[in-house]
């Protein structure tokens, strides 16, 4: 909003000229994020308590989780969604189709989820919403973003998959783009959830996730970066870099109550928002498969999951202790400060990894 409103007195008013700068922009966006989050923190925890005196645990963790999490109230996400939603709406250029898309999917998934954490509140049951009918859901809603995106995008690189480590190489997936952008934004929301099991440990990878995706976004949007580094240039996607810092303030701003020991849980409002968010601002910047290295913690851990039950169907018997597999390791006796902390430094490294790809053609 600020870039609409005061942009065009820049020649009148020459310090204007600063909100026509991304870096500014992001870097505002990344402050009032913050700002939001501690203003309205410990009332929304507040609220949550009023409403959520004793909040289900869930069946799928272990036991010492019935003791210790006990009483801790989720929705959470609700206060990422509003420091994230507010400071994209005042920073952002909102004639950017790109970043409509992107808040679709964001806020589109973040209400599934806070629909399902309603049910599992007011029904106290720690199932909540089907996970048929969430994936219907986050289906119908990646579907539009992903023709949105389609049509905002210029040919060929419309419904084309980049190569990372590859310059030059663009493999046009024609009608097959459409499922293949829908499977990377609903998987990137359900792998993000799946990960969200201790305190801190799915925020912090997504905060800096999303500071990577600020650079991939910055650097696919500037024509001359672009050519220099030798990836492929989106034009408009650059906005999307004021999205992505929103979304590591709003993270940080979460973090300061959800370290441990957490005030609140961002539960399945929080999760499959912020997933979704990474995995359409991958489908923009033409980053779905960098998405999978910089985001390969959350990869690991829905793999985790997928072979426990593949397992366990086919021989009877688990791979794991427990999955996801941060589980696996407190079932193990690690700590669970050790789990996140270990988790949260792989997590860096493979987001350096993932950089590389800028450079590495």
């Known amino acids: 909003m600020f870039f609409n409103l005061l942009v065009p007195f820049a020649d009148e008013f020459s310090p204007l000229n600063v909100f026509r700068y991304l870096t500014f922009r992001s870097g505002g966006a990344v402050m009032t994020a913050l700002l939001i989050s501690f203003l309205f923190g410990e009332r929304i925890i507040g609220w ?103 049509s905002l995008t210029r040919e060929p690189l419309d419904t084309q998959l980049a190569i990372p480590f590859v310059k030059d190489l663009l493999v046009n997936l024609g009608w ?28 912090v990878p997504v905060m800096i996730a999303a500071g990577c995706f600020a650079a991939f976004a910055y650097v696919a949007g500037n024509a001359i970066f672009a050519n220099y580094l ?16 929103a979304i590591v303030g709003a993270s940080l701003g979460f973090l300061w109550f959800n370290a441990p020991p957490a005030m609140v849980f961002m539960g399945d409002t929080g999760s499959l928002s912020m997933g979704g968010a990474l995995g359409s601002v991958a489908v923009v910047t033409k980053n779905e498969l960098t998405l999978a290295i910089v985001g390969g913690l959350f990869v690991v851990e829905a793999v985790s999951v997928i072979v426990q039950v593949a397992s366990f169907k086919l021989t009877g018997k688990r791979v794991f202790r427990m999955a996801p597999l941060h589980h696996h390791f407190e079932k193990k006796g690690w700590a669970e400060p050790t789990i996140v902390i270990r988790f949260w430094i792989i997590a860096s490294i493979l987001a350096l990894a993932g950089l590389a790809t800028l450079k590495l053609r």
């Open 48 to 150: 949550l308590k009023s409403k959520q005196p004793e909040p289900p645990i869930r069946e799928d963790t272990p036991e010492r989780h019935a003791l210790t999490k006990k009483g801790t109230p989720t929705m959470g996400g609700v206060l990422i969604l509003l420091s994230l939603g507010v400071s994209t709406l005042l920073w952002a250029d909102l004639t950017n189709g790109y970043v409509w898309a992107v808040l679709m999917v964001t806020l589109g998934f973040g209400a599934i989820g806070f629909y399902d954490d309603y049910l599992k509140l007011t029904k106290k049951n720690s199932k909540g919403l089907a996970g048929r009918w969430k994936l219907v859901l986050q289906t119908v809603i990646a579907f539009a973003a992903t023709a949105w995106i389609v």
């Open 230 to 245: 030798l990836i492929h240039h989106v034009p408009g996607s650059g906005e999307l870099a004021v999205v992505c810092a």
């Open 176 to 203: 097959f783009f459409m499922p293949f952008a829908i499977f990377v934004m609903v998987g990137s929301s359900n792998a993000v959830n799946l990960t969200d099991g201790l305190d801190g440990l799915a925020i």
